[in-house]
């Protein structure tokens, strides 16, 4: 089964300052991986996914994340946060190739930007 | 743009009702999924359908129950409200049933039950 630990439930950065959010997958196949970002009110919007092609992943607004495989881990960074960055994170992950099922999510991070 | 539409941002209903919760995708996708999410327990996965009239189970689908008539269409129901189920409930849509489709979402409803 696929499962997915996001390492702090929340983190505070300021702005300009390097954002990192942790995500650590288990997955007894290879997997494809995800983030989503969840701002105030509104549904998860995609930033950026890993499906096993190159292993550092470049998305939406700045963010990428690089897949390890030797550390079973897929962290989100951005070089200099922006107050808009604020939200809530989700690391999620499936099967890679060998099956259809459904995104497991983590717990989800909150990100606060301090001006 | 794929646009996924929950029909309700907020709801408020009382105890023991029957609750429909509607969805609505516009771009022919094939599957779609209801979660619900709690803070500090992220989203978890209610029932999924990959196809009309076919429905699976996800982690907690005790005292829900979904419909897919149509293809565009997935609505879930609460059969007997209870207070444990106060939620934001999320729907979202993914084009087919290959791992690397990423899911669109709704905006969500936020449903207390009183």
């Known amino acids: 089964a696929q499962s997915v630990t996001q390492l702090g439930s929340h983190v505070s950065v300021s702005e300009g300052a390097l954002v990192l959010l942790r995500c650590n997958y288990s997955?007894?196949?290879?997997?494809?991986l995800f983030w989503y970002v969840q701002y105030p009110n509104q549904g998860l919007q995609l930033l950026l996914k890993?499906?096993?092609?190159?292993?550092l992943v470049k998305g939406i607004n700045g963010f990428e994340a690089e897949f390890k495989k030797s550390e079973t881990s897929f962290h989100l960074t951005k070089p200099s946060a922006h107050m808009s960055d604020a939200a809530e994170y989700f690391c999620?992950?499936?099967?890679?190739?060998?099956?259809?099922?459904?995104?497991?999510f983590g717990k989800g991070t909150r990100l606060s930007v301090i001006a | 743009d794929v646009k996924v539409t929950q029909s309700s941002r907020y709801l408020v209903k009382r105890t023991g009702e029957k609750v429909f919760l509607e969805c609505v995708q516009d771009?022919?996708?094939?599957?779609m999924f209801w979660y619900r999410q709690d803070p500090g327990l992220g989203l978890r996965l209610i029932y999924f359908?990959?196809?009309?009239?076919?429905?699976e189970k996800g982690d907690i689908p005790e005292g829900y129950s979904v419909s897919r008539e149509k293809k565009e269409r997935f609505s879930l129901i609460l059969e007997s409200a209870s207070t444990n189920q106060t939620s934001m409930y999320l729907c979202?849509?993914?084009?087919?049933?290959?791992?690397?489709?990423?899911?669109?979402f709704g905006d969500g409803t936020r449903l207390s039950i009183l």
């Open positions: 359908s990959y196809d009309v009239k076919m429905k």
């Open positions: 999620a992950v499936t099967k890679g190739p060998s099956g259809n099922t459904p995104l497991v």
């Open positions: 771009m022919d996708h094939e599957n």
């Open positions: 890993y499906t096993s092609a190159a292993t």
């Open positions: 997955s007894s196949v290879p997997p494809y």
């Open positions: 979202a849509s993914s084009r087919t049933r290959a791992s690397n489709q990423p899911q669109h």
